[in-house]
Structure formats: structure tokens, C-alpha cells
Nanobody, 121 residues
């Protein structure tokens, strides 16, 4: 098993950029697909991006396509989420997840505590 820990988010203005990172400790990082979800106030969790164990396949939610890039460094056990052209609706708590099988929902999913991202108008 692994324990994902997100970096501190931040407050940015509309149109700005932000890079989040997630460090997974305690297990074999390369055994897991990694992903990001987010939850805005009063809304359910939304899929943002995912990347497979080898890093050669990436997927994105419709709301962030063209503005987000996910990558991973298996040597450092880190997954990144680069977000550009941020909008106020991108605000929310971002969660990093490590999943032995994708999509998450099985017995081998490990979630971070989340990090706050706020995009001002």
C-alpha cells in the first residue's frame, strides 16, 4: 500500500497557472495508476486526470481538457498536475489517488487528504 500526500495548493487569479504534486510513500509506486479528482463546494467529486503506471497513457476530464497535464516520475514517486488558464470554476479541493486497478473503487485505492485550490475572478 502507498500513502499519497498532496502539495499545498494556493490562490491564483483567473488565467493563471498552478502545478500540484503528489508524493506517494510506503509502497511500490510503479505498481499504481495515479490520478486527480476534485470537489467544489456543494458538489460531488469530479474526475480531473489520470495516468497509468508506465506514464504512457493519460486521460482528462472534459472540463480540463486542453488546460491540464498530468505526469509522473516513478524514480521520485511523484505525480504532477499542471493546470493552465485557470477559471473560478476550477476552485475546489483536489485529491490525489493511487489505484492498483483503474478506475478507483476497489480494495486497493489510496487517497490523499486533499489540497485547496482557489481561483479568483
Amino acid at each position: 500500500q502507498v500513502q499519497p500526500v498532496e502539495s499545498v495548493g494556493g490562490v491564483v487569479q483567473s488565467g493563471g497557472s498552478l502545478r500540484l504534486s503528489c508524493t506517494a510513500s510506503g509502497g511500490t509506486f510503479s505498481d499504481y495508476s495515479m490520478g486527480w479528482f476534485r470537489r467544489a463546494p456543494g458538489e460531488k467529486r469530479e474526475f480531473v486526470a489520470s495516468i497509468n503506471w508506465g506514464g504512457n497513457s493519460q486521460f482528462y476530464g472534459d472540463t480540463v481538457k486542453g488546460r491540464a497535464t498530468i505526469s509522473r516520475d516513478n524514480g521520485k514517486k511523484i505525480v504532477y498536475l499542471q493546470m493552465n488558464s485557470l477559471k473560478p470554476e476550477d476552485s475546489g479541493v483536489y485529491y490525489c489517488v493511487a489505484a492498483r486497478d483503474w478506475p478507483p473503487g476497489g480494495d486497493n485505492d489510496y487517497w490523499g487528504q486533499g489540497t485547496q485550490v482557489t481561483v479568483s475572478s
